[in-house]
């Protein structure tokens, strides 16, 4: 079990610049692990079963670094507003509901849903505030066979009431929300995740940043996405250099644990240097940069600096889960800000985007996003057909099409951790 | 027959910033025209047959301001480089083989067959420079039920000797082409259309402009789309002051016929002056201009100047024909505009998109792209049901949604002057 041969057009990346393409090859999986590419199925994995799916494509599955579970019910509303305006707006009303267990099991079980249909096979989720809320989309993405880290959210200052906890309650319900996950699933962990630091006193960061070194766990957050919040930051935390170090000073910023920061669209040098200093992940969410008016980041600069990039949908400042929409989105938006904003930074690639996509968020998961030996297996086959053309393309002009034009309705079988999902 | 009354949830534009509403309600067609939009069915109205489309949305049909057919086998490839560029690589050279009868019947009637089944009713289309593939376009268009103006090409310089007509062969094929068409469709008229100033000379210009006032046919063309296309025309034609003024110059910028101009990202106030003068429409083309980095029309400007504007795909700039994307894409564009180069100018409302791509661009078929009494009957009925929410939404929240989530497979009927098509 868990071993098998995939057979059809293979692509993954090796490198941010570098696609590899194999026509007509072998893709073997042995106990869940990658064993490579081949194009005759090697003497040792004979015996394996083989599932051929001719002329389709196999890509490695999708990683999402950052989105919100209980923001899906409002995707495509609202991106007539910036950051804290469409929270005050949108996001904390829809947020608050969560309370109620009848609505969340019923929101959370559309969005687990579909998200195991979609290109996504491994995310890293925002819950709310809830600690039970949270733990019922837990147990739904174990259930979905998804490879997930989910975060009750901790907020205790600026908010609504509603969705305000106090200092020792959110410490105390995050405690809680720990031991009930504690060794409770296969596929899905928690994730320390302070909202951000406008939502969180200097004493529940601090407790937050204990939690975390005390049970080894990585921390989510959200990093200079928009103008007016960094200068709310600056006047929060006037002793940190820069919002990341904000975070720094409460050892919630990488360096010990794995750490993921969203948007870094306006980010100083030192800021930078600080999150290639700690190995700080950034998540980059062109759909929701875009949609809120944020910004573009300058992610072909993060890359070229060796930061760890991936890419992310924000949903719901992103409109959509489709994380194939979100690669166009990011070679899109390079190419606007290398138009509007700095000439000497050239546009994404598809090879960049594609790479941010798989391996670049995947390192966040440790060994994912590659089909290169060793690598966990996760893997989609993606039947074109549908995209009809007259054109006679090739397997790159095949792959480099699917971000403009493929979703879930393209995805004919998905594998996660060796596990077929569909 | 071509009179019935549709059920539903309807909405469409009386003015830039006026959406108006009408939760079930009674949509009412007599004779291909519209007779407006009733919550009880009018006593004279009585006896017409009633389809209940219970929950389901009905809008306008939307207006695809610019498009050209023979760009669809390559949707999605190659936003890897700018305008004249990607005009050489992946254009030209897809175009070419439109001279096979054989190859353009087969990529003409997927181009028609996806374009009926998506949310454009009415249409303005480049075809290439071959006369007998753009009858065969033609003859495709009109038995699609859908209703379009489509231009054989002309192009007498700066193109591969393969799409480079003879300045005499361009005049006397187009001439050849109109007698053909002459009075043989319903729903399908020609448009002159010299490819861009850099595609013709100045006595191919002259002619065409000779054409266009002798048949009172309207015209389509490229304007100011890219800065190095605009350097390059004023060299080509130094007598004129702006690129808009070299197509004024030949008689083909309006005034007398119809016109519309593709892109408007890089216009001069001179330019601007002389759209508003001449009555000239503008396509405005986000997607395109954003994948081929030229830029971000200032839109919203134009709409407060009282120019006449519509949206457009620009297929294959455009990397679809889904019209609702492009909805989408006009605010994600003038939301980064605003971010990054105007913060004086605001991003363009649902209400302004919703306008462009219904009453806006409808107006350059006449009385199309609202349901005002006396307008054409265009309507799309939208069942939005399988974009799942837990969320009650309002009829404002379902629309303003769709251009973010919805595609063809959500188009549950399509009506064109008052005839079903699905």
Same mark, same amino acid.
């Given at each position: 079990?868990?071993? &098998?041969?995939?057979?059809?057009n293979i692509?993954?990346?090796q ?5 590899? +393409? ?9 106990e ?5 590419? @081949?194009?005759?199925i090697?003497?040792?994995?004979? *015996?394996?079963p /083989?599932k051929? %799916?001719g002329?389709s ?9 950052h ?7 409002f ?12 929270l ?5 009303p829809e947020? *608050?509901? %969560?309370?109620?267990l009848? =609505?969340a099991?019923?929101? =959370?079980?559309i @969005?687990?849903e579909? +998200? ?13 505030i ?7 989309l ?7 066979g998804?490879v ?9 200052r600026?908010?609504p009431? %509603? +969705?305000?906890e ?7 319900e995050?405690r ?5 996950v504690a ?12 909202? &951000?630091?406008?939502?969180c ?6 407790a937050?940043?204990?939690?975390s070194?005390? %049970? ?10 928009n103008l007016?919040?960094?200068?709310w930051?600056r006047? /929060? ?5 820069? =919002?990341g170090?904000?975070?720094?000073? @409460?050892?919630l ?11 870094c669209v ?5 800021e930078?240097?600080?999150?290639k ?5 950034i998540a980059?969410s ?11 980041a ?8 060796? #930061?760890?990039?991936? +890419? !992310? ?10 994380m194939l929409?979100?690669m166009?989105?990011?070679?899109? !938006?390079?190419?606007?800000r290398?138009r509007?904003?700095?000439d000497?930074?050239?546009? #994404?690639s ?9 391996k ?14 060793d690598y966990? @297996?996760d893997?989609?086959v ?9 054109k006679?393309?090739? #397997?790159?002009e ?6 403009? #034009? ?13 596990q077929?999902?569909?």
């Open positions: 079990m868990d071993s &098998f041969i995939l057979r059809g692509g993954f990346s490198s941010p610049d570098e696609l590899r +393409l194999f026509a007509d090859s072998f893709l073997v999986c042995h869940g692990k990658c064993q490579g590419v @081949f194009s005759r090697p003497e040792k994995f004979r *015996g394996l /083989l051929d %799916y002329k494509l196999i890509i490695p599955g999708l990683v999402d670094l989105l919100h579970a209980p923001q899906f019910p995707r495509g509303i609202g991106s007539d507003r910036e950051l804290l305006d469409w005050n707006t949108y996001t904390y947020e *608050g509901k %969560y309370s109620d009848i =609505y099991d019923k929101a =959370y079980g @969005f687990v579909e +998200l195991r249909k979609s290109a996504t096979t491994r995310a890293v989720i925002y819950a709310t809830h600690r039970e809320a949270t733990l019922l837990m147990d739904k993405l174990e259930s979905s998804l997930t880290m989910a975060g009750k959210v901790n907020m205790d600026n908010a009431a %509603y +969705l305000t106090t200092t020792d309650s959110s410490i105390r995050t809680r929300w720990l031991s009930e060794g409770k699933y296969q596929r899905t962990s928690p994730i320390i995740t302070p909202r &951000f630091i406008p939502s006193t200097d004493e529940l960061l601090g937050l940043g204990e939690i070194a005390e %049970y080894s766990l990585p921390v989510q957050s959200h990093l200079s996405e007016s919040e960094i200068d930051v006047g /929060l935390v006037p002793s940190a250099d820069t =919002y170090g904000a975070y720094e000073k @409460f050892n910023f990488g360096r010990d644990v794995p750490c993921v920061m969203a948007h306006h980010c100083s040098a030192a930078l240097a600080l999150i200093k700690n190995g700080v992940f980059h062109p759909d929701s940069n875009t949609n809120l008016s944020s910004g573009i300058p992610v072909n600069r993060y890359i070229r600096q060796g #930061l760890r990039v991936g +890419l !992310a949908s924000d949903l719901a400042g992103g409109a959509d889960i489709n929409r979100m166009a989105e990011a070679i899109r !938006a390079s190419h606007l290398w509007l904003v700095d000497e930074l050239p546009a #994404l598809f090879a960049n985007v594609f790479y941010l996509a798989t670049g968020g995947g390192a966040f998961f440790g060994k994912v996003g590659s089909f290169e030996p966990e @297996f893997a989609l993606i039947d074109d057909s549908a995209l009809v053309t007259p006679e393309l090739s #397997l790159a095949r792959l480099e099409r699917l971000p403009f #034009l493929a979703g879930d309705r393209n995805i004919q079988a998905k594998f996660v951790s060796g077929q999902l569909f």
